[in-house]
């Protein structure tokens, strides 16, 4: 059997398979729905500093082919009664807690709450596309400075992990993963969604309640593996420090997983898999990487990781 | 800014059965490819039905398949892009919602019936979703006019159990939760004739929100009608005259569903578990996503939106959270 197991700062894991942020983990009963499949791990839906009801629906389809298009506004319980969740709640699989704030405080003040009540990890949510109703204005994760912000304040609070969750919509992603690492985040994770519209011409409107919204599902993997490479990459050449990748965008098979390790990643997240097959979906991409890993001789997630980026260490 | 597609500004000669032609067409397509989790199809409404005080059935063109593949209990996910003045700035009165089909029906006054069987002519397959004023976006939909849209995706969910020659069904609804009851007596008389005994009870909180007795009246062997208030039928709660019917043998198999507020339908399910009859129920939670994204439909340990909306009573009413008001 190869071993599937997952050892990085805050998250010992079973396999490498974690639940991406924003899919169904908002309370206690729907955590451990996830956890009782063959996830390695959870991550929370993110929490803010108060509770937050979803945006007017339609929140989430799938446009074409591939493509899931979703606008749900970061509902969420808020920090203190998800801070009971956390205490109270004994969860068979690790969980990373996503959090978001309004600005740096907002993030310090859910952080803190979070700690004090044992998360194990955070991840800093800094790429929501839509966090406010209809904003066109760019997101702290846009801006390096604003990033470093946040993650400095975040590190000086509290003494658990930090992974920086980084967008896709940006012209050199190594810039905002330099600004994360460098006010000291322990991680990476990659990519939330694309930022995306649709319009259905019949209502002459665009068809997400929000109006914009973000993109994901197997059409964003390639544009995902685009940015682990440039991050792994930069790592390779000492540009940044070298810390765990958890990598998502698309994942659907055993196979994809093996593509997002091989380009560096430590783990991965697996979110819009869940519309076609719910949380079933975990152990079949499990079985499948554990049986692609015996075929190809890799006993461990070690022995292939990063092997794709063999090939591109020539690229300037 | 004048929002052009809006309803509201049509020219005058606008057709509108084309339109319901094409967008039907549209929705076939979308749903052969895609299925439930396609986007929202917009429709336009062909006909307004009135029901009672607050509570009208809105009928929509869609493709035969998708009635045909359609089983009682499932839900469908409804969406007005514009709210009732044609704008989309109040979006919390066009969100998308899950409603139960209320009826269906073909509709051939398009058809000429001398040429009809030469050219497969059937008619308009209509899907009729009735809905009750309860709030800022249903009460939104009960505004609607003729040429309005209400975007559509769906089936969505769990269905009523197969009921086979011999049963008997009992059906008890509180208020809006008549439109799945009906559903099913609708099913279970098309498959089964009078091969099946269907016993049903409405209840309602006064006269004036009474609805659907004509249509259930038509296909059940026996209908009691309950107000809270007594101003229609028997005074009370549905749950007063269900022993006389849990009580009154049947010879095979006796099925009992129920759709309405948790507060009623958890005494009703104890009622038949008590009586060892199987149960179930057509849960309603708020359900934003159909799609299992968001994870707030949650009862026990399942999600309203694809291990719903229909339940078996015994395991509902083993859940903590499941008998209160939403």
């Known amino acids: 059997m190869a071993d599937l197991g997952v050892e990085i700062p805050g998250l010992s894991m079973a396999n490498p398979l974690m639940l ?97 009540a044992g998360a194990s990890c955070l991840e800093l949510n800094l790429s929501c596309p839509h966090a406010k ?41 190594v810039v905002e993963a330099e600004a994360a690492l460098s006010a000291g985040a322990d991680g990476l994770a990659l990519i939330n969604t694309v930022s995306a519209i649709e319009v259905d011409p019949f209502a002459g409107r665009p068809i997400i309640g929000n109006l914009l919204c973000g993109m994901s599902g197997p059409a964003i993997r390639p544009i995902a593996q685009r940015k682990v490479a440039e991050i792994s990459l930069a790592m390779l050449r000492g540009e940044l420090p070298n810390v765990p990748i958890l990598a998502m965008g698309g994942i659907m098979t055993g196979l994809d997983v093996a593509r997002f390790i091989m380009l560096g990643a430590s783990a991965v997240q697996i979110g819009s898999a869940l519309i076609w097959d719910d949380v079933d979906v975990f152990q079949g991409i499990a079985d499948e990487l554990s049986s692609f890993m015996e075929q190809n001789g890799y006993d461990d997630l070690a022995s292939m990781r990063g092997i794709a980026l063999d090939s591109l260490e020539g690229l300037s | 800014m004048t929002l052009r597609a809006a309803p509201q500004n049509r020219p005058e000669d606008f057709d509108l059965a084309a339109l319901a032609d094409g967008c039907c067409e549209r929705l076939a397509a979308a749903y052969e490819v895609r299925g439930m989790i396609a986007p929202p199809i917009p429709l336009p409404v062909i006909e307004v039905q009135h029901e009672a ?5 809105l009928w929509v063109q869609v493709p035969p398949e998708m009635v045909a593949d359609y089983n009682p209990g499932q839900y469908f996910m409804c969406w007005n892009p514009y709210d009732a003045t044609g704008s989309m700035g109040r979006p919390n009165y066009h969100s998308e919602k899950p409603y139960s089909v209320g009826d269906v029906k073909i509709d051939r006054s398009g058809v000429d019936e001398r040429i009809a069987a030469d050219t497969g002519g059937s008619g308009r397959t209509m899907l009729g979703f009735t809905v009750k004023d309860l709030g800022r976006q249903s009460g939104e939909l009960t505004r609607m006019a003729v040429g309005d849209w209400l975007a559509v995706r769906g089936p969505f969910g769990t269905s009523f159990p197969r009921m086979n020659s011999g049963d008997r069904l009992i ?45 259930m009246d038509n296909l059940c062997d026996s209908l009691e009608i309950t107000t809270d208030d007594g101003s229609m039928g028997t005074s009370g709660f549905p749950t007063g005259p269900l022993p006389d019917l849990l009580s009154n043998g049947h010879e095979g198999r006796t099925v009992l ?3 309405g507020p948790e507060p009623m339908m958890k005494p009703v399910l104890q009622m038949a578990v008590d009586a060892g009859v199987e149960c179930y129920a057509a849960m309603e939670r708020y359900l934003p996503c159909s799609v299992a994204m968001c994870g707030l439909c949650m009862v026990g340990d399942r999600l309203t939106c694809v291990d719903g909306p229909v339940m078996e009573g015994d395991w509902l009413l083993q859940q903590a959270d499941f008998g209160a008001a939403h």
């Open chain 2, 257 to 259: 569903l129920t759709c």
């Open chain 1, 133 to 173: 109703p209809g904003s066109r204005s760019l997101i702290i994760g846009q801006q390096p400075e604003l990033i470093r912000e946040v993650v400095a304040a975040v590190r000086a609070a509290v003494d658990i992990p930090i992974y920086a969750k980084l967008s896709p919509n940006t012209t050199n992603i």
């Open chain 2, 171 to 215: 059906l008890v609804s509180g208020g809006i939760g008549s439109t799945p009851m009906h559903m099913a007596a609708l099913d279970a008389r098309r498959k089964l004739g009078e091969r099946l005994r269907i016993d049903a009870i409405m209840g309602f909180r006064n006269a004036v929100e009474v609805h659907y007795i004509e249509r």
């Open chain 2, 53 to 57: 005080e607050g509570v009208v059935t």
């Open chain 1, 20 to 116: 991406a942020s924003g899919i169904q983990g908002g309370n206690a009963a729907a955590l451990h729905r996830v956890a009782s499949s063959g996830a390695g791990g959870l991550v929370s839906k993110s929490i803010g500093p108060v509770p937050r009801e979803m945006y007017p629906g339609p929140v989430c389809v799938e446009a074409m082919d591939s493509v899931i298009l979703n606008a749900m506004g970061l509902p969420n319980p808020g920090a203190d009664k998800f801070a009971e969740v956390v205490r109270g709640e004994e969860f068979a699989k690790p969980m990373l807690v996503s959090i978001f704030g309004g600005d740096a405080e907002g993030y310090v003040e859910v952080a803190e709450k979070m700690a004090d």
